[in-house]
């Protein structure tokens, strides 16, 4: 890849999603862009550049942004965030919300990927919300991919990946598919009632959700951002949380060296001030 190329494809993803591809990404780079070189049959980089400025080019830019965008992710990735909610954020919400009249609880998967993150914070939810108190919930989920996002809608995932659950957990929340789809498994219709998803680029406009959140899960979205725009980002998300709210990072993230108005509770973990 030529230097004038990568910078040509390193701003049009920095305009278009506030993504920072760094030198040290350039090889990111080659391997992401040789998957779309090969579906729009560019037989070099070049090329590739020219069809993106190509004003008939269609959605070839937001295939381009989707493919730098797609982040590895799985079921309970980073299990100790799941453990906080099942421990301490629900049954602090749950001595709070008769107090202040709460229909529901509200979260937000602001970079939802293929879904295994707002499904596993949904299987937590309803295992640790007794039905008894009849206190229901709801996770928006947004990803700036589009084609991320049809994969999490359709909640259906290879027996690779589910099997690495325990089977008291598959048994509780997936069917097993039959057939032609003998080897996959997909969430339960009880469970997927309880999720939206949208297309969503975090920096740009406002969310379009009316109701504040009691916890985000924004993980492993600020590490592709330079810190002008993690620092919009964590302002952006502090103003949606409740008094009280938690902010949920990568555990790879820090908010060190931003400007924000959160409380560390534990590493990767913050929380709006209660009187804020």
Sequence with gaps: MRDSEF?????LVYEN???SLSPEKRELV???????????QSPTIGAYCALLRDPQSGDELAHLIDAISTNHTFFFRESPHFDFVRSTIVPEMLSRRVAERWPRLYAWSAACSSGEEPYSLAMVLQETIPEATNW??????????????ATARNAIYHRDVVTKLSPATIKAHFQRGIGPEDGNYRIKPALRAGLSFQQKNLLEGEPPFREPFHLIFCRNVMIYFDRATQAELVQKLSERLIPGGYLLVGHSESLTGI???L??????????PPNS
């Design 7 to 11: 910078e040509f494809i390193r701003t």
């Design 17 to 19: 999603s506030r993504i």
């Design 30 to 40: 080659v391997t992401r862009l040789g998957k779309r070189m090969r579906a729009t």
């Design 136 to 149: 229901r919930w709801h996770i928006e989920c947004t990803d700036i991919s589009h084609r991320i996002l």
């Design 259 to 261: 400007k924000h108005s």
């Design 263 to 272: 409380q560390q509770v534990r590493p990767a973990i913050y929380r709006r």
